[in-house]
């Protein structure tokens, strides 16, 4: 999992450019301070980089940076 791991880490960095320090156990909105629209974008950068098409119902389920790192994990179920 490191390489997607690493990989969600950098897409978040890029999109939040606050340079605070990611944990796994952040809330997207709450810790984070994204907003539905930084969410999609994050989405997206993700599908770019995998070639996956990630249904939104899938995506309302992320929560956490985590919950984020188990569905990259689990993004095999997501190829086009």
Avoid: C, H, W
């Avoid at 939040?16 to 950068?45: C, H, T």
């Avoid at 990630?54 to 994990?73: G, H, M, R, S, W």
């Amino acid at each position: 999992m490191t390489d997607k791991k690493e990989m969600v880490d950098r897409i978040l960095k890029k999109v939040i450019q606050s340079g605070k320090k990611i944990n796994p156990a952040d809330y997207l909105v709450e810790d984070l301070g994204l907003s539905s629209l930084k969410l999609m974008e994050i989405m997206g950068y993700i599908e770019d980089e995998l070639d996956v098409i990630i249904p939104v119902n899938k995506v309302i389920n992320i929560k956490t940076v985590q919950d984020l790192y188990q569905a990259v994990e689990n993004i095999d179920e997501f190829i086009k």
